[in-house]
Nanobody, 119 residues
Framework: QVQLVESGGGLVQPGGSLRLSCAAAGSILGIYTMGWYRQAPGKQRELVARISSGGSTFYASSVKGRFTISKDDAKNTEYLQMSSLKPEDTAVYYC?????????????WGQGTQVTVSS
């Protein structure tokens, strides 16, 4: 059964930091590439960062140098450390496989975690 549970979001001032976590059911982190995505109001969901089963990483240009993706295979948990946050980072953040898991013909998404960057 697919289950991805995101946590760690909140309200933070510009320049602040947050660490997001994603708990995955089953040992998928050691098998699949995992990613963090985000969706801002009125915008399409976009890939923020991804990490391969072997630990190779990729970042969107908008977050490179500010965000760090990591994972703990033993804990089936993925992380996104976000620093130097900007108001434009405000969005609901989701974790998923890369590409996203498809269930019944549609992409599966968890509930996400809201990140709001505002003074």
């Amino acid at each position: 059964q697919v289950q991805l549970v995101e946590s760690g979001g909140g309200l933070v001032q510009p320049g602040g930091s947050l660490r997001l976590s994603c708990a995955a059911a089953g040992s998928i982190l050691g098998i699949y590439t995992m990613g963090w995505y985000r969706q801002a109001p009125g915008k399409q969901r976009e890939l923020v960062a991804r990490i391969s089963s072997g630990g190779s990483t990729f970042y969107a240009s908008s977050v490179k140098g500010r965000f760090t993706i990591s994972k703990d295979d033993a804990k089936n948990t993925e992380y996104l450390q976000m620093s130097s946050l900007k108001p434009e980072d405000t969005a609901v953040y989701y974790c998923n496989q890369y590409p996203p898991i498809v269930v019944g013909g549609s992409a599966y998404w968890g509930q996400g975690t809201q990140v709001t960057v505002s003074s």
